[in-house]
């Protein structure tokens, strides 16, 4: 129900990435040409799960939402939504922010 609610809050707001909802095992094929998702993501028990992950690319790393989903009905597209694009903003602005230290400290090198 809250990816449904998601994927239509979507069509009507821009978004900076896409949530994706997978079971433990859906990734244990043997001919999968890709990383499981639960290990990019850094998952390692189903305890883990339900959860809410962020998978910023530009740093490959990953932000984890604090709370367990427990109960998908505390959630609203809009919180979920709104939490993502902030987490990607501030990962943005530390990667911006060192590499203009970088650039500071080396001027020649850029």
Request: no cysteine; hydrophobic share 40%.
């Amino acid at each position: 129900m809250l990816m449904a609610k998601i994927n239509e809050w979507m069509q009507d707001n821009p978004s900076l990435f896409i949530p994706l909802v997978q079971t433990w095992n859906a990734d244990e094929l043997p001919s999968l040409m890709v990383p499981k998702l639960r290990d990019v993501l850094k998952i390692e028990s189903q305890g883990e799960l339900p959860g809410l992950y962020l998978y910023h690319t530009r740093s490959d790393s990953v932000i984890k939402y604090p709370e367990i989903l427990h109960d998908m009905q505390k959630f609203s597209p809009e919180l979920v939504m709104t939490w993502g694009q902030i987490r990607v903003y501030e990962k943005d602005n530390i990667m911006l922010r060192q590499r203009l230290a970088d650039f500071e400290a080396n001027p020649d090198n850029e």
